[in-house]
């Protein structure tokens, strides 16, 4: 069953109850909450996931978000994330509930699920290939991943690139995509099809706003993808679309200190890293225009594919 | 799968993901572990087995930063469990390295590992004195680059406790850790000892059941050797640890089906408490030895949480000690923590 398939009732009562069941990639979440901000966050965000009654089933992350004590209700109320009892975070002004969630389950998936070598970067596929976008905060890698996304490529994930240990391949977790202060309303710019929810504001990040993943890229979000290149992206105003070849060794040192658990697979990490690396073209990419940039990687695309 | 669920989530809250994947192994059981939970197990194991390669990297560290000293270096607990290459040693997880030094070889010790880049992590002058005069350990020692901590202990209990075995005789009967020249671990029944006395005397448990798991495997192992309980027993009472080697073999009976044999209870019989603090003890230990989840909890978890911890600072204490110092964490120290340096 489809979380768009339930109603608003049942899934404020799900969430407030026992729990509501929810698979994103390879991970299942059991998730509760007695905030409506929450519920209201997934209905819009969630619609095309799988859930369950939390009764039937293993999950993998157990999670809540509630408001952090009754006291402080009245006062300034302040939300808290709790995974399976333990608080592994300060909580946060009430505002600030739905993209905490969202931080949180990152948080789950980084510290545990340590089967995947796991990079922080986004990662967008067409045509079978992937192409992995690692970057700082502020170069327009989220921007350029909804843009992506937007425009034909299916969305993988925008915070964590999952590589499966065994197989190489990447993992799809294409939960919503992270827009972050102007980057906002440059994509409702780009896309007025492209829903977004509300904004928060003042949060560590600045004003943090979700777009909901395209219908496709969560109905195959089973299907993982093959590495074909690294890019990093910069966004400069007024830069022209380029792209430069990078070097691979620089690049994959790039990527072993930007994992989350690079050193705790040891020996394995290194295998990994450079079997992807070996396996991948790497570029550094300046742009300015969104849809130039989009276009520059369909032309990549194409070439890949021929 | 329901099971599965809620065995993961204890398991995760008691470090024991890795070591249960362990045993399962050992039974040749990997096979029933459901499609969906394997991974939880396999990602802990990952995390476990980098861990003993940063110990067993950290120990050699320790080692060459001791070597101008003349001293063996004594590995405790978890360390030791590894270098020794014990079964207790499988699946563990691990938070810092216990060594053991002669006390009156602390200064240089500890301006050795100092050279060798661990400091000690910031303190209250309040904690760093009373560090210093009445515990059996220095502050810790974190190593400025790796992060990795280090305790340095003097004694196995601190000076103000109530038992006080003898260091010098623990240290005498430590055992050497093959192709580790200079490298020492203590003798099995000492080592079982130490295990049992941490689990028993330390007021705060989140490892509670990992210890008991520790203990077991090192139970198991030794009870192997011809004449090994009556030994245990014998030694526990030279060293003043009957009690807490009578509280662990019970406790490791109603847990984990330790195969205890009742003579060596019967061995600790005059250790053992009278009825009634026996039943109040049951009532403490079979709660906060217990996962720190929200499903092994019951109405009284808190209270016995709290039991415990007052229970250890009153055997590690005199009361003329224990009165001021609860005062000073209650009172002072909070105090102190908010106010900022100008």
Redesign the interface.
Known sequence: MKLLQLSPSSLRQQLAGSGMWLRTGPFSLRVRSRLPTVAEGLTQLYGQFEVRNSHEAFADFHVELNASSRLRRWLRPQVSFSFDGAQPFKPLPMDQAYPMLEWGLNWCVSMHAHHYLIIHAAVVEKQGLAAILPAPPGSGKSTLTAGLVLSGWRLLSDELTLIDRRTGLLHALPRPVSLKNQSIDVIREFSPEAFINRVSHDTAKGSVAHMRPPRDSVLRQHEPARPGWVIFPKWEAGADTRLTPRSRAETFMFLAQNAFNYSHLGADGFRVGTTLIDHAHCYDFRYSALREAVAAFDRLAERGAA | ??D??LL??QA??AGLLARIRHVLARQQLTAAI?F??R??F???D??A??QQ?AVRWEVEKIRAALNGLTLPLILLKGSAYVMADLPAAAGRLFNDIDILVPREQLGPVEAALMLAGWHPAPLSDYDRRYYRRWMHEIPPLQHVMRASVIDVHHAILPDTARYHPDSATLRSRAVAVANMPGVQVLATEDRILHSATHVFHDGELPHGLRDLTDLDLLLRDAAATPDFWPRLTTRARELQLGRSLFYALRYLRYFLDTPVPDSALAALGSEAPNRFTLALMDGIFTRVLAPD??SCADAFTPAARLAAFVRAHWLRMPVHLLIPHLFHKAFISPWQRNAKPA
């Open positions: 799968m329901a599965w669920d993961v989530r995760r809250s459901p969906a939970a991974w939880h396999d990602a802990a990952t995390l087995t980098k390669l989840h929200a």
